[in-house]
DNA sequence: GAGCACTGC
């Protein structure tokens, strides 16, 4: 009822919006929703992949960076390209190797989570020969020549070429599609998972053996020989000539023809190669959007999707109707929407909805090569879409496009794709950067590197914007200070310069020497071809570019060691500089400055944090420092302590940042590490999805009924070990059903990782938030606790909140004004955490607080600078409440909820309620305070105990809670820093933790006192348990909770039974009764036959309830009769007879 | 008694 009526509601709303983007009453049945992904491991070919798998471009291939100062340049390089090609086999060679191991892994974990899936199992069989076969006949040697050419536009004789070979394997084909067939027909039983099976074996034939996919041939043929669907594009002529400037255009022919031959087509081209805006046109052009298809390409940032579609609407000159986003909160899609740009995550919701994603006719994932989680999880996804959707006749065309050239998690993961996607590379246009290396790599003093590098810089080379890449919010500002204070300049005439607090300047001098500014045009400019052997360390290779200077260390390397230090300290004002922070949580019209020119006369210098490798590009950037290190998340697979920790990037990063210098013209790139460091860091960062907890996932996944997650074609797998602490606290959530605790122990575990989701579960699904929120969402329908849960909820989802007042300050009147700041908002949280039973709810309540406070003064931003609130985190939190709001009514209609901005505090019962919703979701998150007399090491003051960590954690001293000290809490995550900190702290009674965390307690023995009492509500018997909390076996106050199960129960039925306190007819004979009721529960109860009787008439139809009692009367109005009878004296049996059974 | 990079539903 719950589905049906969500649908109902869902196609209402997508009317009344005029937004009926999919047609969901279209075959309601039919899609496919896959009762779990069942994969094996398709069959690997050696010595056929690896060399498949990276189809090089028609022209060039890129050059290894490995020399110290390389340019970055479009120039062909035949000279290096065999060597290259040569470096690039050997290392997918050994990738190969490893892969080929580790797929052996799989299969051993795979097939023991399998075993009784011999069905499945054996059709794999099948298709192993399938491949093998095929692929035999085709000679694997000389596959990829072949390809290459046919992309580069001989195609026509490949065709002929290879229609021998097709005919047979089409036969042969044939052949097995009818064995399956017959398979499949005599298993009732067959699945979609199945179905998913078989698709995932289409391709190879597809692509190969014409018949069986008459649809996608057609098409193909018609679009690469004789291009009947052309759709005319009306660009303005400046547009059209900047388009032809575009390295990818000339590609247009090879591109298109790969898409309309293949399913899956991978796309190589670097930031620069106009392939995000310009292969949707291709496409467009190319008839993909007629017969109401749709582009979808997706983003992994949303900034990324409005721009795009922004502006490939107004290349193509069409309407936002036409060319349309779709982010998290807003949207301009409509029902003429034919190309549509979105974030990942939004297409991954599609799917939830429909499997197929039966309106796309193409989809692009972008930005692959960033290896985002839900990036990764589509590509999955769509490797099996995509035959299944080829199966129906309605093919799909998935395009994978890429910055780097390393897509062999794509296309060597036979898992994935069965069929090695080809792979198309096109070149970008960006200018050459020459990248220099330090000499030495300071050990941990990178920061005041970077200074000294860049005061060189500003001193000695011509114009130009500096870039440098530091790792945190306190590094760039302390670097900001310094270099402020190295090279001030007035600010008075300038209104776009602030918080800096510069020595007077008398006047803005010009740049100093004329020589110097020659060199602008003069700037070195070396070939790539001289450094075909690797120097180390030495940055002096393009030293003949620029000689004489009669300041030390002038030349482009600026690489004569220890700078000297306390000169640069000097304050120089004849040599102004626009020195500007730029990271993620800054304020964005803070942010907004770097895009801006600076001051005439000034160099603009900005100090970033990682923002600036990918998400924002600052325009006018010649100069990148890059420190080599980068701040990161990690957490514990098992605990999910989270720490941060600098480490050295990846090479890949590397490129990246130093590819922000050759945005405008030819720049340069300053390493703070030798080439020798640099050759030792990892090639590229590991994907995002083998770094995270991943239960919100798993959920996502099993919501779209992928039970086997382990069998999932992950293009990387998570580790086994995130992925069973994932499914262990979805079913302590209750959000998967539990597996039976019979059978083998390898069976349980088995079981244990393919649990399938639970009618929780799928609500907690619909929620776009962790799993633990949903959860709380799930259960606050309750005393109107719902605005308060929702509001908690979306504040504990939004990032830092608050502003933060602890980092260093760039001046004295800054550092007074901060702390001010920060007594401020220190007084407004104590306000907000409120008195009371309010206050319990701790660190969450000043949350809950400061959104009130924020929202009911309008959020403006002026109250949330006054308040230490940060505006944009204010705005997300208000725009997920109105999400969640949205998606609560969805499930539940009648709640009738809406986001009011003028939200009253909860009351104090409202309180108490909302710490036992939060108890319930984040019950794996309790921590004990540890007991005095448990105190044996100092360091364990004022500590805490959790169930996971052996080591003492700790209250954050920012929480209101820090002094309070509860003896229960929980809490939102830990950071490890100096201690285990725990953040987002809330007060818990110990009573409530066995009553709402049944899974993490272990129950004891019915307690006598207080003795076991009858409900006469729930008409079952209640006892006290005792209780310990599980792996630390805390004690907890006995808990009120059925009686468990057992003889027992029936003994205290039968007493409550006679007492008159279950039917209250009976009531009138208690006082006849022969015996005592109280008899029941002795242990020499046996020795009298009524008791005997009673019980055994009881248990005979398993009544120890009232429930059960009276169905049994139902079934036998007799029943029940004879025992009891025995309790009275004989001259009532007559009576009893008449009136019995004694209900009425 | 404190120091958190970056994202997506």
Redesign the pocket.
């Known amino acids: 009822m719950g589905r049906a009526r969500r649908r109902h509601n869902w196609k209402a709303r997508a009317g009344a919006r005029g937004a009926a983007q999919a047609r969901p009453q279209e075959q309601p049945r039919e899609h496919p929703v896959p009762a779990e992904l069942q994969l094996g491991d398709g069959a690997k070919l050696k010595g056929v992949d690896e060399s498949n798998a990276l189809v090089l471009p028609a022209k060039k291939a890129k050059p290894k960076k490995a020399p110290s100062a390389v340019h970055h340049q479009k120039k062909p390089l035949s000279k290096k390209q065999k060597k290259n090609l040569q470096k690039i086999l050997e290392q997918k060679e050994k990738k190969r190797q490893r892969a080929e191991l580790l797929s052996k892994l799989n299969e051993v974990q795979a097939s023991e989570a399998e075993m009784k899936l011999l069905y499945t199992t054996s059709k794999l069989g099948v298709g192993e020969r399938m491949y093998q076969s095929k692929r035999v006949v085709q000679e694997p040697g000389s596959a990829v020549p072949e390809k290459i050419r046919s992309i580069s536009g001989a195609n026509k004789r490949r065709h002929s070429s290879e229609s021998e070979s097709e005919e047979e394997s089409s036969s042969e084909e044939e052949k097995e599609e009818h064995k399956q067939g017959t398979e499949t027909s005599s298993a009732s039983d067959l699945n979609a998972a199945e179905k998913l099976e078989e698709g995932t074996k289409k391709p190879l034939a597809n692509q190969q053996a014409v018949p069986t996919a008459p649809v996608c041939q057609t098409a193909s043929n018609r679009l690469s020989c004789k291009p009947v669907i052309f759709i005319p594009v009306d660009r303005s002529p400046e547009i059209q000539e900047a388009r032809l400037k575009l390295p990818i255009l000339a590609e247009e022919q090879v591109i298109m023809e790969a898409i309309n031959e293949n399913p899956i087509v991978v796309i190589c081209g670097e930031t620069g190669s106009g392939k995000t805006t310009q292969v949707p046109q291709f496409l467009y052009e190319a008839g993909y959007t007629s017969s109401n298809g749709t582009i979808g390409i997706t ?7 409005v721009s795009m579609s922004q502006r490939v609407a107004k290349e193509m000159n069409l309407s936002h109707r036409v060319v349309s986003y ?4 807003e949207g301009n899609v409509t029902d003429e929407t034919q190309i549509k740009f ?5 297409l ?2 599609e799917i939830q909805k429909d499997f197929l994603l039966l309106k796309y006719k193409v989809v692009i994932i972008d930005e692959a090569h960033e290896r ?3 990036t990764d999880i589509l590509i999955g996804l769509l490797s099996r879409i995509v035959p299944l959707r080829e199966k129906k006749g309605l093919p799909l065309k998935l395009i994978i496009m890429s910055a780097t050239l390393r897509v062999e998690d794509f296309t060597e993961n036979n898992r994935l794709f069965s069929v090695t996607p080809p792979v198309i590379q096109v070149d970008a246009r960006q200018f050459p950067v020459t990248v220099h290396f330090n000499k030495k790599t300071p050990l941990d003093d990178y920061s005041g590197e970077c200074f000294r590098k860049v005061c060189k810089i500003h001193r000695m080379l011509p114009s130009g914007g500096i870039l440098v890449f530091l ?5 760039v500002h302390s670097l900001c200070r310094r270099l402020r204070k190295a090279f001030p300049f007035q600010k008075n005439n300038n209104a776009g310069v602030d918080d800096d607090r510069e020595e007077s300047v008398k006047e803005i001098r010009k740049f100093k020497k004329s020589r110097k500014q020659k060199k602008a045009t003069t700037l070195p400019q070396i070939d790539l071809d001289n450094y075909s052997v690797v120097p180390v360390d030495e940055g002096d290779e393009d030293r003949d570019a620029e000689t004489d200077d009669d300041i030390a260390g002038s030349d482009m390397d600026l690489d004569l060691g220890d700078g000297d230090s306390e000169e640069d300290e000097k304050p120089d004002s004849s040599l102004p500089l626009y020195v500007l922070p730029l ?4 304020a964005p019209e803070k942010q907004a400055k770097v895009f801006r020119p600076p001051p005439p006369g000034t160099r603009l210098c900005v100090v970033a ?3 600036a490798e ?3 590009t600052i325009p006018g950037i010649k100069y990148v420092v890059d420190c080599g290190k ?4 990690f957490y514990d697979k098992i605990t999910g302590v989270s720490s ?1 920790r600098v480490t050295w990037i990846s090479q890949a990063s590397a490129n990246q940042r130093a590819g922000r210098a050759g945005r405008t013209e030819p720049g340069h790139c300053y390493r703070l590490y030798s080439s020798a460091v640099f050759m030792d860091f990892e090639k590229f960062s590991a994907p ?1 999805i083998t770094k ?1 907890p991943v239960e ?2 798993i959920l ?1 996944m099993k919501a779209l009924n992928i039970e086997k997650v382990i069998n999932f074609p992950f293009p990387t797998p998570p580790p086994v070990e995130a992925l069973a602490a994932a499914e262990e606290l979805l079913i302590a959530l209750g959000a998967l059903k539990e597996p039976p605790l019979t059978g083998r122990l390898k069976e349980q575990q088995a079981a244990k990782l393919s649990c399938p989701i639970s009618p929780l579960g799928r609500i907690m699904a619909t929620f ?3 799993p633990r929120y949903g959860k709380m969402l799930a259960l606050s329908k309750q005393h109107d606790c719902l605005p308060y849960t929702i509001t908690i909820v979306s504040a504990m ?1 939004v ?2 909140l608050f502003e ?4 260093p300050a760039v001046s004295e009147e800054e550092t007074v004004k901060l702390k001010g700041k ?1 007594a401020r908002l ?1 007084h407004i949280q104590k306000i907000w955490a409120g008195q009371g039973a309010l206050q319990k709810l701790g660190d969450l309540m000043v949350m809950l607080g400061a959104v009130g406070a924020c929202e009911y003064a309008g959020c403006t931003p002026k109250f949330c600078e006054e308040n230490g609130l940060r505006y944009k985190a204010m705005l997300e939190v208000r725009r997920l409440r109105g ?1 969640l709001t949205t998606a609560v009514n969805s499930v539940c209609a009648d709640t009738g909820l809406y986001v009011d901005p003028k939200m009253k505090p909860p009351t104090e019962a409202q309180a108490t309620y909302l710490r036992q919703v939060v108890l319930a979701g984040l019950g794996d998150h309790l921590a004990r305070r540890v007991q005095a007399e448990e105190l044996l090491d100092e360091k364990w ?2 500590a805490y105990k959790t169930a996971l960590l052996d080591d003492p954690v ?1 209250i ?3 929480s209101v809670l ?1 002094k309070q000290l509860p003896e229960f809490v929980v809490y939102q ?1 830990i ?1 490890e ?3 285990l ?1 725990m ?1 987002g702290v809330s007060a818990v009674e110990p009573e409530w933790i066995p009553a709402l965390l049944p899974p993490y307690c272990h129950f004891g023995k019915p307690l006598e006192n207080p003795p076991p009492s009858y409900c006469p509500e729930t008409g079952r018997i209640r006892c006290h348990r005792p209780s310990v909390f599980h792996r630390v076996s805390w004690q907890l106050p006995a808990v009120e909770v059925d009686y468990p199960e057992g003889i027992d129960r029936y003994k205290y039925f039968a007493r409550f039974l006679l007492e008159g306190k279950v039917i209250e007819k009976l009531d009138s004979y208690k006082r006849c009764l022969l015996s005592s009721p109280l008899i029941m529960l002795k242990t020499w109860s046996k020795l009298q036959p009524r008791t005997e009787a009673l019980l055994q008439a009881l248990v005979a139809e398993k009544c120890d309830n009232r429930d059960a009692l009276l169905a049994a009367w139902k079934k036998n109005p007799k029943y029940l009769l004879a025992a009891y009878r025995q309790w009275l004296p004989e001259a009532m049996h007559g009576d009893l007879a008449k009136n019995w059974p004694p209900v009425l």
């Open positions: 983003e992994p940032r949303r900034v990324a999707a779709q982010i998290r909160y979105m974030t990942d995550g939004v991954l919701k985002s989680m839900y790792t945190g919010q306190a590094e990271y993620s949580l800054l944090t990682n923002v990918t998400s924002l980068v701040k990161k998340r941060f995002e995270r919100d996932l996502q776009p938030v962790a989802t990032r830092e933060e007042f602890d980092r920060k220190l999400q003051k004022n700790f954050h001293p920012s820090f995550e950071v820093t100096t201690k900190y953040r």
